[in-house]
């Protein structure tokens, strides 16, 4: 016969050995939302298994609600955690009422001769919310949502991992749960199907699963922000100099045949003035505004980024000379009206009000991006010259890159 304290005890110590390799990966990527939520399930879990020892003592009142409690608050944290790798949360009208509930049925249910007081509800919990986070993960993974969780197979395998070890351990829960309103915790049905063995078992499989799934996720996760930091510019959003001048190359050369492409060279006029006048975090509001401009005009083929200072690029696939000039004139009204200029449009005179100036120059057989960028910088110039707030078209001779 099994001894349940020897089965409690090793899942205690299975519990205890996935929570330090918990947090030597939370460590080692940066405080990953997944990991701090499931360190703190597995918390929670190693609690509920070790009160559950004090079963047959003459704490037995004290021990038993406080076991179920810490085991539906560990569910709730798996919930929790599963939503994190989409970045959302969990309403506390959800965890305050699902905790306190399994308090109050361990409580009432006279805990201090009946081992399973409050069993119904923490049967029913523990199913239910690690049910909900297995179909957050179902979710994410059905739907190619890698997004959230990083990229690549390993994000999109720990994805599945996590859903299917949670599902199971959902079912288990669903089974036990019929078995013990059917036939009652005593039973040789509840015993077979649910007994501490086979529970045992399949937590120690599940805690398991899931601890190496959230350690993919997190250092998916971790890949996914290094690499974005990598190619974005950290204030405004856009992409940033070395990824704008790769990524233009690339389609400048795929399009320079057809001639369906333009580049934009932008700038802020009186951009100095701004930071000279109103500080330069009100620079920063009217760097990441231009940006969130330039990004609504956007099509889902085109790039654009911050080439420094306040001086972007942007790349418009399909787009005429004309249609370009006309799309960048746009990004100029939206800027101007932007909200987070209130400061800047009040406190000075109109020159110290930022507007954008814009040079243009469409693609041609055999010319390459650098000659582009040389034109629509030319462009620019003329652009600044006539007296800012306006677009120029480059329209002259070529004019080989230095």
Same mark, same amino acid.
């Given at each position: 016969?099994i001894?349940?304290?020897?089965?409690?005890?090793?899942?205690?110590i299975? *519990?205890?050995?996935?929570a330090?390799?918990?947090?030597?990966?939370?460590?080692?990527t940066?405080?990953?939302?997944i990991?701090?939520?499931?360190?703190?399930?597995?918390?929670?879990?190693?609690?509920s298994?070790?009160?559950?020892?004090?079963?047959?003592?003459?704490?037995?009142?004290?021990?038993?609600?406080?076991?179920? !409690?810490?085991?539906v608050?560990?569910?709730?944290l798996?919930?929790?955690?599963?939503?994190s790798?989409?970045g959302?949360?969990?309403s506390r009208?959800?965890?305050?009422?699902?905790?306190?509930?399994?308090?109050?049925?361990?409580?009432l249910?006279d805990?201090?001769?009946? !081992?399973w007081a409050?069993?119904a509800?923490f049967l029913?919990?523990m199913?239910?919310?690690?049910?909900?986070?297995?179909?957050e993960?179902?979710?994410?993974?059905?739907l190619?949502?890698?997004?959230?969780?990083?990229?690549?197979?390993?994000?999109?395998g720990?994805?599945?991992?996590?859903?299917?070890?949670?599902?199971?351990y959902?079912?288990?829960y669903?089974?036990?749960?019929?078995?013990?309103?059917?036939e009652?915790?005593?039973?040789?049905?509840?015993?077979?199907?649910?007994?501490?063995?086979q529970?045992?078992?399949?937590?120690?499989?599940t805690?398991?699963?899931? !601890?190496?799934?959230?350690?993919?996720?997190?250092?998916?996760?971790?890949?996914?922000?290094?690499?974005?930091?990598?190619?974005?510019d950290?204030?405004?959003g856009v992409?940033?100099r070395?990824?704008?001048?790769?990524?233009?190359?690339?389609?400048?050369?795929?399009?320079?045949a057809s001639?369906?492409?333009?580049?934009?060279?932008?700038?802020?006029?009186f951009?100095?003035?701004?930071?000279?006048?109103?500080?330069h975090?009100?620079?920063?509001?009217?760097?990441?505004?231009?940006?969130?401009?330039?990004q609504?005009?956007?099509?889902a083929?085109?790039?654009?980024?911050?080439l420094?200072?306040d001086?972007?690029?942007?790349?418009l696939?399909?787009a005429?000379?004309d249609?370009a000039a006309?799309?960048?004139?746009?990004?100029?009204?939206?800027?101007?009206?932007?909200?987070?200029?209130?400061?800047?449009?009040?406190?000075?005179s109109?020159?110290?009000?930022?507007?954008?100036?814009?040079?243009?120059?469409?693609?041609?057989?055999?010319?390459?991006?650098?000659?582009?960028?040389?034109r629509?910088?030319?462009?620019?110039?003329?652009?600044?010259?006539?007296?800012?707030n306006? *677009?120029?078209v480059?329209r002259?001779?070529?004019?080989?890159?230095?």
């Open positions: 016969m001894d349940p304290m020897s089965v409690r005890l090793a899942l205690a299975v *519990v205890a050995l996935a330090v390799h918990t947090v030597i990966v939370l460590r080692r940066s405080g990953a939302p990991l701090a939520w499931w360190a703190r399930a597995l918390v929670a879990y190693g609690a298994t070790v009160l559950f020892m004090g079963n047959g003592s003459a704490l037995q009142a004290i021990t038993v609600p406080l076991a179920n !409690t810490a085991g608050l560990g569910g709730v798996v919930l929790r955690a599963a939503r790798v989409r959302a949360t969990l009208w959800v965890t305050v009422p699902a905790v306190l509930g399994a308090l109050a049925t361990g409580g249910g805990p201090a001769h009946e !081992t409050g069993g509800y029913a919990a199913g239910a919310t690690v049910g909900a986070a297995s179909a993960m179902w979710r994410m993974w059905r190619g949502d890698d997004a959230a969780a990083g990229s690549g197979a390993s994000a999109r720990a994805l599945l991992t996590f859903a299917a070890a949670a599902t199971v959902a079912l288990f669903g089974v036990r749960l019929v078995a013990f309103v059917t009652g915790p005593d039973s040789d049905l509840f015993q077979t199907v649910g007994g501490t063995g529970t045992t078992l399949v937590l120690i499989a805690v398991t699963a899931v !601890t190496l799934a959230a350690a993919h996720l997190a250092e998916a996760s971790q890949r996914e922000d290094l690499h974005r930091r990598a190619t974005t950290d204030l405004t992409l940033g070395a990824e704008l001048l790769a990524r233009a190359e690339v389609i400048v050369a795929d399009r320079a001639g369906r492409c333009a580049v934009v060279v932008s700038d802020l006029d951009f100095k003035r701004v930071n000279d006048t109103h500080g975090a009100e620079g920063d509001r009217a760097l990441v505004a231009f940006a969130r401009a330039w609504a005009e956007l099509g083929a085109d790039v654009v980024g911050r420094g200072g001086e972007f690029v942007a790349v696939v399909g005429t000379a249609e006309a799309r960048a004139d746009a990004v100029t009204r939206r800027f101007v009206a932007a909200p987070e200029l209130e400061v800047a449009h009040g406190g000075g109109g020159a110290e009000s930022p507007t954008a100036s814009h040079g243009v120059a469409a693609a041609e057989p055999g010319v390459g991006f650098a000659d582009l960028l040389a629509a910088d030319a462009a620019l110039y003329e652009a600044k010259a006539a007296g800012r306006t *677009v120029r480059h002259g001779a070529p004019e080989p890159a230095a």
